[in-house]
């Protein structure tokens, strides 16, 4: 069977980029002809091919905006054209527009992978405040002609009209590609390099570059945890440029590690001693899988799909407000016991998200869509 995976992009500290590579990787291994279509690629292909496009330009836009705006509506295009040559068709946001169409004018078997719309009001720009509204219209008009949804969690789903929730299936992602198991650069040998040997350590890991993610919360709650427990450091950790960056590196006691290999991410999980998440909003959150995974406990707000995948009070701490937030993290900070528990805890629950029952679902989802 051959199936083109169509999205947006595919760099490395991208979600989504991330999930379209392991999922071609492991169908691919499962003797199926994989194409990634996809506009630009800085992930090296495991076994499927990729077909890099030229999204049609926007006439006097800079670099930014021919990066970024209105990429599906650019891409129609360059894409659809090809599709006939696919036994089934994988668009993946932002890219659902063209299934749509490919639907509407080649009828190939569509399935759309969602993994959810950012809230408006979590936004920081009216500008970002309608592109989300744009999305949440034009996806959800594009979903009427797909055969099936696939969504990254209940809430993902639950965000979808009433009368599209019947065709979604919930897919949760695995984790193991970010297990620790590198034995050359121990945890200690890591704080070591940081200098910051007898501190514990705080880890948050997200995309610099995307306001919902807050890594400037994170950084307020270190700067009032600081002056209660003296004892302790910061990592943040994620894809951004050194303008984005360049804000969090001149204070005491964090420290910044930008657009880093998945090896030397698995290091910082295995070196953290709590694992923090100040994301605004989340259709699943890899990290903060990731962490529990890893055996870390973690603390997190109770947004998006937070609560299924966090065993409140158990494997870590889901906080309403910024006080409990707060004071979740300084209880775990200083009480070892507790740390170590919800650690044992947060591994065992974790275990269920598992990459070999992820490419299973994917796979047999294609191939009732390959005979719809």
Not at 30 to 59: A, H, M, N, W
Request: proline fraction near 5%; charged fraction near 25%.
């Amino acid at each position: 069977m051959k199936i083109a995976m169509v999205t947006k992009q595919m760099l490395f500290g991208y979600g989504i980029d991330e999930v379209v590579h392991i999922l071609s990787r492991e169908m691919a291994r499962r003797g199926y002809e994989i194409d990634v279509i996809t506009s630009q690629r800085e992930v090296q292909p495991d076994g499927y091919q990729v077909i890099v496009f030229k999204p049609l330009l926007i006439p006097f836009a800079n670099s930014y905006w021919q990066t970024h705006f209105l990429q599906d509506f650019r891409s129609v295009t360059p894409i659809t054209r090809i599709l006939k040559d696919y036994d089934v068709t994988v668009t993946f946001d932002p890219m659902h527009l063209i299934g749509a169409i490919a639907k509407l004018t080649l009828r190939v078997p569509i399935m759309a992978y969602y993994f959810g719309v950012v809230p408006p009001n979590v936004l920081d720009s009216p500008a970002r405040r309608l592109e989300s509204m744009r999305q949440r219209l034009i996806w959800n008009t594009s979903f009427v002609f797909a055969d099936c949804i696939m969504t990254n969690s209940k809430h993902s789903r639950g965000l979808l009209p009433k009368h599209l929730r019947s065709k979604a299936i919930v897919n949760y992602h695995g984790i193991e590609h970010i297990i620790n198991r590198d034995t050359k650069l121990s945890p200690m040998e890591f704080k070591e390099k940081l200098n910051i040997q007898g501190k514990k350590l705080i880890l948050s890991v997200a995309r610099f570059s995307s306001p919902y993610k807050n890594m400037s919360g994170m950084v307020r709650r270190f700067k009032r945890l600081k002056k209660r427990i003296p004892n302790i450091a910061l990592l943040l950790v994620g894809r951004g440029s050194p303008r984005e960056i360049k804000p969090f590196c001149q204070l005491e006691d964090t420290f910044v590690l930008a657009n880093i290999s998945n090896k030397l991410l698995r290091v910082c999980f295995a070196s953290c001693d709590v694992y923090c998440s100040t994301s605004l909003w989340e259709g699943y959150n890899i990290p903060l899988v990731a962490a529990q995974t890893n055996g870390k406990p973690v603390v997190a707000y109770r947004v998006g799909a937070h609560s299924e995948v966090v065993a409140d009070k158990i494997t870590g701490f889901l906080a309403e407000t910024d006080r409990e937030f707060d004071n979740y993290l300084a209880d775990l900070l200083e009480n070892e016991d507790l740390r170590k528990r919800m650690g044992r805890e947060a591994a065992e629950h974790a275990k269920k998200f598992t990459w070999d029952s992820s490419v299973e679902k994917f796979e047999d989802t294609i191939r009732k869509v390959s005979r719809i």
